[in-house]
């Protein structure tokens, strides 16, 4: 039996992130647009920090303006919201990101559906979300966006295949199930109140699994061949794992994402391709 070949997600995020950059420069020298992030942090969370440490060296590598906002714990929701009205109006502003999980005290869902969807590089409003839901065009959640890239990468054809999807949340398993209906998947969702989730898996062509629990995913979830693009990310003792066994799930599947190295650097990639997408939007260019 042969292992399952690696979908290496840096490369494909290198390569993604040198198009935007290359993207960025002629819009640019045609526009004479800068397109600008505007990142929110409130408070001292460390796993927070480093997140928009790394989305602004890459919103600098791009080519792009940092725009970035560190509000203490202690703010007010409504000068959070002020603040984010401020930079709706503002024209240098193509995108904003308000980073999660904000303090606890917060209202995080009012506050992200303050950003107008044309700046919504997260995809994480309700206008955004109903967009996607319709099929209407629109800025895209950066996870699930950048799995389909890796599930590109493959050359599956999507178009009748069966995908399952485990995991339902706003963020990635709701939005990842609508992307894959988009280009004619046959979809199952499974979430925590699926019975028998192997017998959902074992059915999958294409699996992704984003459910927040270490190792969840083994060889006997496995459809022989399938893709299988694990999501999940958990810090632990031995290093970062994801929810996928990966070294029994590649002795059967076809294609498999690595934790880390897969899905990961596709987030920061795919919120730099949103951010120049949300710029040329607001400049009534197509994207
Ligand atoms: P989440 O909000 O906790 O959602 C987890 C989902 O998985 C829920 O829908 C839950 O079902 C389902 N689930 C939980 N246990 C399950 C089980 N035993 N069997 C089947 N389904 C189960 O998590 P999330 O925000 O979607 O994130 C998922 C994972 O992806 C996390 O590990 C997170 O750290 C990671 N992540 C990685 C990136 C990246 O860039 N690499 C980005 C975002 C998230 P219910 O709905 O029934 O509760």
Known sequence: ?????????S???????????????????????????ATLLIGEDPASEVYVRNKRTAVVAAGMADLHHHLAADVSQSAIA???????????????LLQLPLPSGFDSAALINL?????DVDGLTTL???????????????????VMTLIDSTGINLDGATAVVVGRSELVGGPMSRLLLERNATVTVAHS????????????????????????????HIKQG???IDVGIHRTDHGLVGDVRFDEVRERAGWITPVPGGVGPMTIAVLMANTL???RMQAGLPT
């Not at 420069?25 to 526009?31: D, I, R």
């Not at 950003?115 to 700046?119: E, G, R, T, V, W």
């Not at 967009?131 to 800025?139: H, I, N, S």
């Open 193 to 220: 109140h699926t019975r028998d989730l192997e017998s959902v898996t074992t059915r999958a062509d294409v699996l992704v699994v984003a459910a927040g629990r270490p190792g969840l995913i083994g060889v006997n």
């Open 115 to 119: 950003i107008p969807a044309q700046k």
């Open 277 to 279: 997408a949300a710029a």
């Open 226 to 228: 399938a893709v299988v």
């Open 82 to 96: 002020a603040l984010i009205a401020e930079l709706a109006a503002d024209g240098t502003v193509s995108g904003i």
């Open 11 to 37: 490369q494909i995020a290198r390569d993604l992130s040198s198009r935007v950059a290359a993207d960025v420069a002629a819009f640019t020298s045609s526009t004479g647009i800068v397109p600008g992030l």
């Open 1 to 9: 039996m042969t292992s399952a070949k690696i979908i290496d997600g």
């Open 128 to 146: 955004s979300a109903g967009l996607l839901a319709r099929g209407v065009p629109g800025l895209r959640p950066c996870t699930p966006t950048g």
